[in-house]
């Protein structure tokens, strides 16, 4: 079996701070999600990637940058972190074109100080 | 965009009891229907999947209702055991078929199971 590898498990970020959040897949899928969770809710959708070098905007863009960079890893960046945003990101992925199970990492709590 | 609609936003039941948790969504070309699972501190891990029509799914214990209809799925417990204690997520999407590999969650449900 595969596994998706989500680096830091814990960030902490100062309020205004650039902040890089990275993600790697060995299920060799072609789809590539981000995802933000924060406490007691739902999944927001960031960006998602159905190849390499593509990026679809989810719902919540807007603050965030994503870079694949290679089949196998998607990053996402917070432009510039705020207080608001302490949450966990999940990163997922799935086979394109078919939309069966979809993967998720362990995730990575963001803390903004 | 697709909007789903999850309740309730936390269950609690006693061990031994049934649970049903309700999604709706708005996109009638949605195709492709999940239920999740996470556990405390873990990620999310698949629970049973459902693909078009009205259509039954049954196992570990959990049987899921799609009514493409009434644009409704439904996930039930059938007898509740302190391992179902978790929180549950619907998830929508509608497939490549439609042009949209986007995938859409519900809020989630946390479920408590009382002894």
């Known amino acids: 079996g595969g596994i998706i590898t989500q680096t830091p498990k814990f960030l902490i970020g100062q309020e205004g701070q650039k902040l890089t959040l990275k993600c790697q897949q060995n299920?060799?899928?072609?789809?590539m999600y981000w995802y933000r969770q924060d406490s007691g809710k739902g999944l927001r959708l960031i960006y998602y990637s159905i190849t390499e070098n593509d990026l679809q905007k989810g719902d919540l863009s807007e603050g965030y940058d994503a870079s694949r960079e290679k089949k196998s890893s998607f990053s996402l960046t917070v432009t510039s972190a705020q207080k608001n945003e302490m949450a966990v990101f999940l990163c997922?992925?799935?086979?394109?074109?078919?939309?069966?199970?979809?993967?998720f990492g362990k995730g990575t709590r963001l803390t903004v100080v | 965009g697709e909007q789903v609609e999850q309740r309730p936003p936390h269950l609690s039941v006693r061990e031994g009891d049934s649970a049903v948790i309700t999604c709706t969504y708005t996109?009638?070309?949605?195709?492709?229907f999940f239920w999740y699972k996470q556990e405390p501190g873990a990620s999310l891990q698949l629970l049973m999947k459902v693909f078009s029509s009205t259509e039954i799914n049954e196992g570990q214990g959990f049987t899921v209702l799609l009514n493409k209809k009434d644009k409704r799925l439904s996930l039930n417990l059938t007898a509740a055991h302190p391992g179902d204690s978790a929180a549950y997520f619907c998830?929508?999407?509608?497939?490549?078929?439609?042009?949209?590999?986007?995938?859409?969650f519900g809020a989630g449900t946390k479920l408590t199971i009382k002894p």
């Open positions: 997922a992925s799935s086979i394109f074109r078919t939309n069966t199970e979809v993967f």
């Open positions: 299920f060799n899928h072609d789809t």
């Open positions: 996109d009638p070309n949605s195709y492709y």
């Open positions: 998830a929508v999407s509608g497939g490549a078929n439609y042009g949209n590999e986007k995938i859409t």
